[in-house]
């Protein structure tokens, strides 16, 4: 499955948010300034192409819906920002956070019981 703009992003978000809807009801929510209507049509088209999003047809209408979820994009996208941005090192990931101080004490705390309760698991 091929990577997505920010714009596929954001049509994808209404979608998922929405859970379905027509071409006109996602320009309606997309930011100022707007596309046109008929670039976002090929847009959403082209989302389908990528076997982002499906649709039902009534009469002329066309209501698209996603098949992918949320879930599984954001664990896709991550995986693969992680792959090919921090030498598929998760130590990598959480170092740029500190670093960048993306990342707060109290977030690095909870963190810190995860792992703690994971290799309790381990164990």
């Known amino acids: 499955m091929e990577e997505l703009s920010t714009y596929e992003e954001q049509i994808m ?3 998922w948010k929405n859970e ?11 930011p ?9 049509a090929s847009s959403v088209k082209m989302l389908e192409k990528k076997g982002y999003v499906d649709h039902r047809t009534y009469g002329k209408t066309h ?3 996603p098949v992918v979820t949320q879930e599984a994009y954001r664990k896709r996208s991550f ?15 959480l170092s740029f956070l500190v670093t960048e ?13 995860l792992i703690d309760g994971f290799e309790n698991r381990e164990k």
């Open 63 to 65: 209501d698209y819906y």
């Open 79 to 93: 995986n693969h920002l992680v792959k090919n941005f921090f030498d598929d090192s998760v130590e990598n990931v």
């Open 32 to 40: 100022d300034p707007k596309p046109p209507y008929t670039t976002l």
């Open 13 to 15: 978000q209404i979608l």
């Open 101 to 113: 101080k993306k990342i707060s004490e109290k977030e690095v705390e909870d963190l810190q019981r």
């Open 20 to 30: 379905r809807a027509v071409v006109r009801e996602i320009l309606e929510e997309l």
